[in-house]
């Protein structure tokens, strides 16, 4: 996993845990696989507790930007349309 792109959130403790849950994440292919495989190793009974703690996560991630977000958010429409082009040719590549 790319450590550029996840979000920093000042709190040294969330940064961890957030950065071992994406790896987490990562091992699946589908959420119901991710989901048993979550319930399986979680050490906590309280679902309030869990419930928090990925809404947290959930927010801290819906709240940061993508990089290329912020690039594309700035730029004129004729950039914009570079941009697009680029990462859709560039994303076929990587596809392929």
């Known amino acids: 996993m790319n450590m ?3 979000p920093q959130t000042g709190d040294a403790k969330m940064d961890e845990a957030y950065g071992r849950f994406l790896a987490y994440v990562d091992r699946y292919e589908n959420f119901p696989s991710f ?3 979550f319930m399986r ?3 906590s009974d ?4 869990l419930n928090r703690w990925l809404l947290k996560v959930l927010f801290t991630h819906l709240k940061s930007k993508h990089p ?7 730029a004129d429409d ?7 082009n680029w990462l859709m040719r560039n994303l076929e590549k990587v596809r392929k």
């Open 68 to 74: 290329f977000d912020e690039i594309y958010e700035k």
């Open 41 to 43: 190793e979680v050490k």
């Open 35 to 37: 989901f048993d495989g």
């Open 46 to 49: 309280d679902i309030a507790y």
């Open 78 to 84: 004729e950039q914009k349309k570079i941009i697009e």
């Open 4 to 6: 550029i792109f996840t």
